[in-house]
């Protein structure tokens, strides 16, 4: 027996080490995947990409905005309507429509001016007379400015009213501004204000100026900060691109987004709608704008002190500070009469949704979006990004009719309505699909006002989009030089030294919440960016283009002074639609988490440098959150070499679906939705809004300002709770990486 089992040890031992020789002696060749796994694993197609640059027409893009700006197309008038229908032909047609178009409507509280008793402002003597009233429409210019659903100039969501009092000057309507004014001891109290454009938000004007009694607004475009301080009738539209002296920028007085009846819920039949008396952020008190023109006979005929040097404009005369009018004027000692005749109305709004459904990750969405309605024409704001978005929805869904093209993830068109009354269509939807969106969505495109003039590509975004964005640039040429790329051209204008590529890279620039990215970003978590064209900074200094909310904002302003030929449209649907479809197809998706340690890192040295010796007397350190930032970017790095080491391994697809999900949630990691309770939608714990000058984490930033200013142990107490907020944000983010890398 004992015999009998050694023999068979024996054997297998034998048979053990013929196995193990015979699988080293054999040459390995690579195994063959199943062709479900070749198709899941497959990337980006370069020369896809090529043939869709290629096919992008800025003949087309002139035709679409052509017809896009015909008649002007405020939120849900007649205009709109026939937009809604004119998007929606589009995206369903037969030969180039996408897989499917819908619209989605929500009842929105908005605000008009009432046609049949016209804002104005005017000037009454002592004697009842009535020696001045402000246009009611602007000049005829063009044919365009004659069409009868222009929009008469307003303040959209100021209420209405008829105050009466004396004039003074308040520049910018800051804060600061009218504190200035009681320090020189001039009476506020009862008096009308006329403040400039520029500094502080619409509504903040209104706001600032009733907490020291002001009991009316005028809001005028001083030619100074649009005009490069031109002024005459032949020096502006039509002989340039500048402001005629007519020429009124109408806008939402509104601080917040979304509708403001049903905040965080979308506005439907169902949905719970506050109180209008429990609004915030918008005017307390009547207030309207006017052309320099209007504004030049008031402030020019205005008393009292000179105002400082920096408060001059371009009116050529004398700023004075009032209160009201020179003794030996015109206007003597009479005051001014704002009337505003406002009326408020919820509304069914339109957006218009359309999608491209993935062929391998059709719940994974890449979004593109841009709004549709206009304050009149609206050219350039927004048209010239809707006729972006219908030229790369035409050339992509040509290809997806023909059989030629599907992408790897699903992708959402969005055209949405009433973005001018505050982002009000994107938030609903934001707020309609939140739990997916917030769990599916990759990233979020926004073209808005697509060119403001043809000098260089402009690109907002969060960090992980830099690279993708960098990527079409270098992939498209300049209107001017198919020698020059738009990245070649970009760095010239725009640049910063990168300290973690260590060499000078374009300057991406920050996310406010002046379009509608906003709710996806602050809200959401996702990943955006914005992309334009725009003006070169040392031949302008003009705050955005002249045009801009005005009734001169039409086709032939933007084909005679801002895109002539409508080549830099085209490059920027040449680029937009690149970083679409790298984002849509690429195997892995082409964000970059590492870049954003060097915004964390610039954060915490600034930080550290400004506020770091204080908080070290108050006992509280910083040295958590630079060890938060290093861990950051340690899993940043891990994440990157197990990137590039499974984009040479087409053998594990669910691999990549889990790198992937990671990216897509890095964003997400930021969000903290009890940060900032007083700030509506604002979650996002680096990117929310801020007061204070310091540019670092925001809510660490405003704490320590209000704390240092009052030194009061209570703050010093909010500065510990939103550096804890921070700490946490930074360690989750470098959490959600690193359980990525660890597969």
């Not at 080293?24 to 063959?32: E, M, N, P, R, V």
């Not at 209420?159 to 003074?168: A, E, I, Q």
């Not at 969405?365 to 048209?383: F, K, Q």
């Not at 209570?714 to 959600?736: E, F, G, P, Q």
Request: charged share 20%.
């Amino acid at each position: 027996m004992g015999k009998g089992l050694l023999g068979v040890l024996g054997g297998a031992v034998l048979l053990a080490v013929g196995l193990l020789i015979g699988h080293f002696g054999i040459t390995k060749t690579k195994t063959i995947n199943p062709e479900w796994v070749e198709e899941l694993s497959q990337d980006v197609d370069e020369a896809f990409i090529k043939e869709f640059m290629k096919e992008v027409d800025n003949k087309k893009i002139e035709e679409h905005l052509k017809e896009l700006s015909k008649k002007p197309h405020m939120a849900t008038t007649t205009g709109d309507e026939e937009l809604v229908k004119l998007i929606l032909a589009r995206w369903n047609h037969a030969e180039y429509g996408l897989d499917d178009a819908k619209q989605e409507r929500y009842n929105v509280y908005l605000s008009f001016p009432d046609k049949n008793k016209p804002n104005t402002v005017k000037v009454l003597t002592d004697n009842g007379q009535n020696p001045f009233t402000c246009r009611l429409t602007e000049a005829n210019v063009t044919p365009d400015q004659e069409d009868p659903e222009v929009v008469q100039p307003y303040a959209a969501y100021a209420p209405s009213g008829n105050p009466k009092g004396k004039l003074v000057y308040a520049n910018q309507g800051k804060l600061s501004d009218f504190q200035y004014l009681a320090d020189q001891s001039i009476t506020l109290n009862g008096t009308i204000a006329i403040v400039r454009y520029g500094g502080a938000g619409r509504a903040a004007k209104a706001i600032n100026g009733a907490k020291f009694g002001v009991v009316g607004i005028i809001v005028y475009t001083d030619p100074k900060d649009i005009n490069d301080g031109l002024a005459e009738r032949n020096q502006t539209y039509p002989y340039s691109w500048y402001m005629p002296e007519s020429g009124v920028e109408r806008g939402s007085y509104s601080e917040d987004f979304g509708d403001l009846l049903t905040p965080y819920y979308p506005a439907k039949d169902y949905t719970y709608r506050i109180k209008k008396s429990e609004i915030n952020g918008i005017p307390p008190i009547p207030t309207q704008p006017i052309g320099f023109e209007d504004a030049k006979t008031l402030i020019c005929q205005l008393a009292g002190p000179v105002a400082p040097q920096s408060w001059q404009g371009s009116l050529g005369c004398p700023y004075n500070l009032g209160p009201g009018f020179i003794s030996s004027g015109k206007f003597n000692n009479s005051d001014v009469q704002v009337n505003v005749y406002n009326y408020d109305e919820i509304k069914p709004s339109a957006n218009v949704m359309g999608i491209i459904r993935g062929s391998v990750e059709p719940d994974r969405y890449v979004m593109y979006g841009n709004h549709r309605d206009s304050w009149v024409h609206g050219a350039i704001d927004p048209s010239s990004g809707t006729a972006v978005m219908l030229e790369i929805t035409r050339v992509l869904g040509t290809k997806l009719k023909q059989g030629k093209w599907r992408p790897r993830r699903s992708i959402i068109f969005g055209s949405w309505g009433a973005e001018e009354f505050g982002l009000i269509g994107s938030t609903e939807f934001a707020e309609d699909y939140y739990s997916k969106l917030r769990d599916r969505t990759a990233a979020y495109i926004n073209v808005d006002i697509s060119v403001f003039a043809n000098a260089t590509l402009r690109a907002q975004g969060t960090p992980p989009v830099q690279d993708v964005i960098f990527t079409a640039a270098k992939q498209v040429q300049t209107p001017a030089s198919s020698a020059l790329s738009v990245y070649e051209n970009w760095i010239r204008y725009a640049n910063r030294f990168s300290t973690l590529y260590q060499k000078t890279i374009p300057q991406l620039g920050t996310l406010g919440a002046g379009s509608d990215y906003a709710p996806f970003l602050h809200y959401l978590g996702i990943s955006c960016m914005d992309i334009s064209y725009t003006y070169d900074r040392n031949k302008t200094s003009a705050r955005i283009y002249p045009a801009y909310h005005t009734a001169f904002d039409t086709f032939d302003y933007a084909a005679k002074f801002i895109d002539p030929g409508f080549t830099s449209h085209q490059t920027v649907a040449r680029t937009a639609g690149n970083v679409l479809l790298r984002l849509s197809d690429s195997l892995i998706l082409p964000l970059g988490p590492l870049d954003y340690w060097e915004t964390l890192d610039s954060y915490y040295n600034t930080a550290e440098s400004t506020f770091g010796s204080t908080l070290t007397s108050k006992g509280i350190s910083l040295a958590p959150l630079k060890a938060a930032v290093e861990q950051f970017k340690k899993a940043s790095e891990a994440l990157k070499k197990t990137i590039d080491e499974l984009k040479a391994d087409n053998e594990r697809p669910l691999s990549v679906r889990m790198i992937n999900d990671q990216i897509m949630l890095l964003e997400r990691a930021f969000i903290n939705h009890y940060a900032f309770p007083e700030k509506r939608y604002y979650s996002h714990v680096l990117w929310a809004s801020r007061s204070s000058s310091v540019v670092t984490f925001p809510g660490l930033a405003d704490a320590y300002a209000t704390a240092s200013a009052s030194n009061l142990e209570d703050d010093w107490d909010l500065v510990r709770k939103h550096l804890t907020i921070v700490i946490y944000a930074v360690t989750n983010a470098a959490s959600t990486l690193e359980t990525a890398a660890s597969i």
